[in-house]
């Protein structure tokens, strides 16, 4: 099945006069050049199979006596902690900081894209980003409700965000200037979401794993949509074209920090790759997306603004200009171009939507109360 789907993507391209996506490797293309089965969505296509497979072994039932070492035996074999097994507070507390960080991000960046709906320059664009920024809220609501299941609410996560206790990444702190921007969140945010994402399908909590399969593919989508928008403005007039760069060079290092702080200050790296919710470090990730960019801006046509961006053929790597950290530090600690104007609308919406709250509450008790109720068949054999 993968080998027929492969042959019949990479077949595409090369009928396509409009936008040649054949070489792209870290999209829904694998590298041509690669062997078969080594794409993104084949990786998340393996995670989704080794996670199926695990599932239907028999691993024994959690031993609550016995909870640290059965949690460090399913970590050590790669098994799924779920909600019901035992885990360290600190594992539980690390998964509710990352989940909610990440669903947080999904709802605040809709804000970025939803600025351009109505800008969209023709009716299929609006209809595909309508689609995609329907999308991320569906990503937000997977990842709420994966970190419910670790006995947080979802309005408690609410009140987290809302307060300012809890974060969002920092790449939509950046504003959308011009209708190229919106390819460059696909191309490059959505390129890192899913670079940084597709690891986490191997996540050892079930429940976060799971959720990013889905989500990791409908971020590959994203990616090329992306892609071919910025492909179609830089094959277009040299104002097009200009413009394209113009958003490339804005969102390139915003988009490199996504990964966070490098690995010398990361805080949470070294326990979180210990229980295995995090595969790899921030730097490994970085370097990832920069080899996969490089070779993706050549095909478009743009540049990467980095002049010391080259082929290392010692590393088998590119060498690149990391982004600026201290700038990063500045937009998580809350001085970004907009956060005020990101937290402001959110709080506004959320004001707004309070209606809606308390009539579905409303129904829910209702319906609760119904079903308390006797029903007239037992009233009558009273
Ligand atoms: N922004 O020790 P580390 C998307 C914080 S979704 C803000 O390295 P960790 C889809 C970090 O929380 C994008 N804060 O932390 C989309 C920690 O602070 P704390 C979101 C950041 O957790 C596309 C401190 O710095 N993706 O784009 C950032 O081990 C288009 C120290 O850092 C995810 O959330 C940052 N960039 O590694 C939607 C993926 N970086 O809590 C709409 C899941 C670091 O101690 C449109 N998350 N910090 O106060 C992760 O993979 C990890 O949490 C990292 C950070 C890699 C982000």
Same mark, same amino acid.
């Given at each position: 099945?993968?080998?027929?789907?492969?042959?019949?993507?990479?077949?595409?391209?090369?009928?396509?006069?409009?936008?040649?996506?054949?070489?792209?490797?870290?999209?829904?293309?694998?590298?041509?050049?690669?062997?078969?089965?080594?794409?993104? *969505?084949?990786?998340?296509? $393996? &995670?989704?199979? +080794? #996670?199926?497979?695990?599932?239907? %072994?028999?691993?024994?039932?959690?031993?609550?006596?016995?909870?640290?070492?059965?949690?460090?035996?399913?970590?050590?074999?790669?098994?799924?902690?779920?909600?019901?097994?035992?885990?360290?507070?600190?594992?539980?507390?690390?998964?509710?900081?990352?989940?909610?960080?990440?669903?947080?991000?999904?709802?605040?960046?809709?804000?970025?894209?939803?600025?351009?709906?109505?800008?969209?320059?023709?009716?299929?664009?609006?209809?595909?980003?309508?689609?995609?920024?329907?999308?991320?809220?569906?990503?937000?609501?997977?990842?709420?409700?994966?970190?419910?299941? *670790?006995?947080?609410?979802? $309005? &408690?996560?609410? +009140? #987290?965000?809302?307060?300012?206790? %809890?974060?969002?990444?920092?790449?939509?702190?950046?504003?959308?200037?011009?209708?190229?921007?919106?390819?460059?969140?696909?191309?490059?945010?959505?390129?890192?979401?899913?670079?940084?994402?597709?690891?986490?399908?191997?996540?050892?909590?079930?429940?976060?794993?799971?959720?990013?399969?889905?989500?990791?593919?409908?971020?590959?989508?994203?990616?090329?949509?992306?892609?071919?928008?910025?492909?179609?403005?830089?094959?277009?007039?040299?104002?097009?074209?200009?413009?394209?760069?113009?958003?490339?060079?804005?969102?390139?290092?915003?988009?490199?920090?996504?990964?966070?702080?490098?690995?010398?200050?990361?805080?949470?790296?070294?326990?979180?790759?210990?229980?295995?919710?995090?595969?790899?470090?921030?730097?490994?990730?970085?370097?990832?997306?920069?080899?996969?960019?490089?070779?993706?801006?050549?095909?478009?046509?743009?540049?990467?603004?980095?002049?010391?961006?080259?082929?290392?053929?010692?590393?088998?790597?590119?060498?690149?200009?990391?982004?600026?950290?201290?700038?990063?530090?500045?937009?998580?600690?809350?001085?970004?171009?907009?956060?005020?104007?990101?937290?402001?609308?959110?709080?506004?919406?959320?004001?707004?939507?309070?209606?809606?709250?308390?009539?579905?509450?409303?129904?829910?008790?209702?319906?609760?109360?119904?079903?308390?109720?006797?029903?007239?068949?037992?009233?009558?054999?009273?």
């Amino acid at each position: 099945m993968a080998d027929t789907t492969s042959v019949v993507l990479h077949s595409l391209p090369t009928d396509s006069h409009h936008c040649n996506t054949g070489r792209v490797y870290g999209n829904d293309f694998a590298d041509p050049d690669q062997p078969p089965g080594s794409g993104l *969505l084949d990786e998340v296509a $393996d &995670a989704e199979r +080794e #996670l199926r497979a695990r599932n239907a %072994q028999d691993v024994g039932a959690g031993d609550a006596g016995a909870g640290s070492d059965y949690f460090a035996a399913l970590v050590a074999a790669d098994q799924k902690i779920e909600p019901r097994d035992w885990m360290p507070d600190g594992y539980r507390a690390t998964l509710i900081r990352q989940m909610a960080q990440h669903a947080h991000s999904e709802i605040i960046g809709m804000q970025p894209e939803a600025n351009w709906i109505t800008r969209a320059p023709s009716l299929k664009r609006k209809a595909i980003l309508l689609a995609k920024v329907q999308d991320e809220a569906g990503h937000g609501l997977y990842l709420y409700a994966a970190t419910e299941t *670790l006995g947080v609410s979802r $309005d &408690a996560l609410y +009140e #987290l965000l809302l307060g300012g206790k %809890q974060k969002y990444s920092s790449i939509f702190n950046y504003p959308t200037l011009t209708w190229a921007d919106i390819g460059a969140i696909g191309w490059l945010v959505d390129g890192a979401a899913i670079v940084n994402q597709v690891p986490l399908c191997r996540c050892s909590y079930g429940p976060y794993a799971r959720a990013m399969i889905r989500i990791c593919k409908e971020e590959s989508f994203h990616q090329r949509q992306g892609f071919e928008i910025l492909h179609t403005l830089a094959h277009g007039t040299p104002q097009q074209k200009a413009m394209a760069q113009d958003a490339v060079d804005r969102w390139w290092y915003p988009s490199l920090a996504m990964f966070g702080p490098p690995d010398t200050d990361s805080t949470h790296s070294a326990q979180s790759m210990a229980w295995k919710i995090k595969r790899f470090s921030n730097d490994d990730l970085r370097q990832r997306f920069v080899d996969m960019c490089a070779q993706q801006a050549t095909v478009l046509g743009l540049t990467l603004p980095d002049p010391d961006l080259r082929w290392n053929p010692e590393r088998g790597a590119y060498d690149y200009t990391p982004p600026d950290y201290a700038e990063l530090m500045e937009v998580i600690r809350g001085n970004g171009p907009c956060n005020r104007q990101r937290m402001a609308h959110h709080r506004a919406a959320h004001e707004d939507g309070a209606w809606v709250r308390e009539a579905a509450s409303a129904y829910a008790a209702k319906r609760a109360a119904r079903a308390a109720a006797p029903q007239p068949s037992e009233l009558t054999h009273v």
